[in-house]
């Protein structure tokens, strides 16, 4: 879903390359990796 902002529509799905994807993929995990100490 964060691909369909970047263009309009589903303009930017159509063309993702599979590194993009990966690296947003990445990105995430990185952004909702968090630890707890207790």
């Known amino acids: 879903a964060s691909f369909c902002v970047e ?3 589903i303009e930017k799905i ?3 390359k599979e ?4 690296a947003r ?3 995430f ?3 909702s990796s ?3 100490e207790a």
């Open 29 to 31: 995990v990185r952004l």
């Open 19 to 22: 590194e993009e994807v990966k």
């Open 25 to 27: 993929v990445q990105e």
């Open 7 to 9: 263009k309009f529509g």
């Open 14 to 16: 159509l063309n993702l």
């Open 34 to 36: 968090f630890t707890i």
